[in-house]
């Protein structure tokens, strides 16, 4: 059986790319090393991981949509990276807080 891979890249940042197999999480292989993501909570709910994703990955559940409604209000493309799981190569770009 081969196993599927995507690649997520960092445009805006020096960081190399980053091969993963399809349906990794995102908060388990980020680290403050490979990406220039920060994670907090890890669950959800801090709004630490906000990033901006270009990609054809799936729309955020419920959840995550309350708390992207709060951080990043009418912007399609946030996303909390700790809720995303990979099935498409992504680029990530770190959310500007106003
Ligand atoms: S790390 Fe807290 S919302 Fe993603």
Same mark, same amino acid.
């Given at each position: 059986m081969t196993s599927q891979h995507h690649t997520i890249k960092f445009p805006t940042t020096n960081h190399q790319p980053i091969t993963l197999e399809k349906?990794?999480? !995102?908060?388990?292989?980020?680290?403050?090393?490979?990406?220039?993501? !920060?994670?907090?909570c890890r669950t959800g709910i801090c709004g630490t991981c !906000?990033? @901006?994703?270009?990609?054809? @990955?799936?729309p955020p559940s419920a959840e995550e949509k309350e708390i992207l409604e709060i951080f990043a209000p009418g912007n399609p493309q946030a996303r909390l990276a700790c809720q995303i799981q990979l099935t498409n190569d992504i680029e990530i770009t770190i959310f500007e807080r106003k």
């Open positions: 349906h990794q999480k !995102l908060s388990e292989h980020l680290t403050i090393e490979n990406s220039p993501v !920060l994670f907090g !906000l990033v @901006i994703i270009k990609g054809d @990955i799936p």
